[in-house]
C-alpha cells in the first residue's frame, strides 16, 4: 500500500474543519460518492451517456474487489485505463506499522496525508470481525478518562481516508473478493464497523456520512446499517440528521447519571446536557428503525459505579429501546482514575439486568498493545511533539 501524498507534502487547511485544499494533483477517486465519481469521469471526457456504466463499472473494481490499479480493470477498454490512470488516483492511507495481540485484535498506525497518523483497531470474535475506525486526528473532546482525549484535535479526516481504513484493513485480511468470484466466495471478516475510534464523529459529520454510505453501498463493501455503529458523546444536533442521512446503529458515550459527574468526564455535556441528549435520543429509533440505542458507560471506580448511580441510570433511559454497554475503564500511563472492581461490576450490571436491560460487561481486546477502547493515540503524540511542531511539519 502506498501512502496518499507523501510525508512531507503540505497541507492547507483550517486546523479544526475539512481539509479545504490538499497537496496539488491527480484526484483520488477514494471517498468520492457514486454521484462524486461519476461528476469526476464526466469531467475527465466520459460521455454522459455512458457515465453511469462507467460509473458502476469503476465503482465495483474500486469497492468489491478492492482493485486500486486501473490496468486491472479489464472490462474497461485499454483506452479508458490509460484516462484513467492519466488523470486520477485510487489511494488509501499507508500502513506504517500492525501490531497484533495476544488475543487476536490487530492495530494499526496509519499514515494520512501531512505525514498525521491514527490509529484503527480489528477485533475478531467467534463469529465475526468488528472494526473501529477514526474520524479525526486527534479530538475536540478532552474526556478526562480517554487517552485519545489529551491529544488535542488536528483536523478532521476526509471521506477517502475514513473508508480508506476499512479498505487498508480489507487489504491486510485479504477480503476482497476476487475477479471472476461471487460476492460471497469468501468468508466476512469485517462484519462490522464501529467509529469508535480517534475522534467525535458527528463533529465531521458530512465526511463521516459519505463514506458511510460508500460502506454500505450493495455493489461494493455492502454492510448493511445495522452492522455499523456510530459514536458520539452527545452531539445533539447532528444527531437527528445521523438518524435520517446515515441510518446506522447509535452508541453513545454516556458515563455519568448527574451532570455535575458528566460535566467533568465529557466536558461536551455542559453545551448539551444529560436532559436535552436524552430527548434528542428518544427520537432516535423511530427515525431511523434502529433496534436499540447504545448506553456506553465506563466504570470508574468510586466516581460513578455506586447502585445509586445504577438505579438513576435505569430511571433516566426508561422510554428509551436500549442496551447498556459497561466498559472496564482501560488504564493508560498517567490516567487519573482506576478501574472499578470486579464486583462493583457486576453488581452494577445485576441492577440494570434486573429493571429489563441488557448489560453486557464489555471484555477488554488489545490491552498489551494498547488497542483497547480509551487507549489509541497516535505514536507522534505519544512522542509528544508540541501541536506547532505538528502543524508545521503538515505545512499550517
Known sequence: MTATVPVSAPITQDVLTFPRKLP????????????????ALIAAGTAEKQAKMRTGQVWQWLYQKGIRDFARMTNLSKDYRAMLAATFVAEVPEVVTKQVSADGTRKYLVRIAGGHEVEVVYIPTVDRGTLCISSQVGCTL??????TGTQ???????????????????????????PGEGSDAKPRLVSNIVLMGMGEPLYNFDNVRDAMKIAMDPEGISLSRRRITLSTSGVVPEIAKTATEIGCMLAVSFHATTDA????????????????LL????????????????????????????????????????GIPAKINLIPFNEWPG????????????AFADIIYKAGYASPIRTPRGEDIMAACGQLKSTTERQRKPRKQIEAEAGL
Open 24 to 39: 496539488d494533483g491527480p484526484i483520488n477517486l477514494i471517498g468520492l460518492t457514486r454521484d462524486g465519481l461519476r461528476e
Open 142 to 147: 478532552t474526556c478526562s478518562f480517554c487517552h
Open 152 to 178: 488535542k484535535l488536528v483536523r478532521n479526516l476526509t471521506a477517502g481516508e475514513i473508508i480508506g481504513q476499512v479498505m487498508l484493513a480489507r487489504d491486510d485480511l485479504d477480503e476482497w473478493t476476487a
Open 261 to 276: 459527574v458528566r460535566d467533568g468526564l465529557v466536558p461536551i455535556n455542559k453545551k448539551w446536557p444529560i436532559a436535552d
Open 279 to 318: 430527548d434528542a435520543l428518544r427520537a432516535y429509533p423511530k427515525a431511523s428503525n434502529s433496534e436499540r440505542i447504545t448506553f456506553e458507560y465506563v466504570m470508574l471506580k468510586d466516581v460513578n459505579d455506586s447502585d445509586e448511580d445504577a438505579r438513576r441510570l435505569v430511571q433516566l433511559i426508561k
Open 335 to 346: 490516567a487519573p482514575y482506576e478501574r472499578s472492581d470486579w464486583a462493583r461490576i457486576e
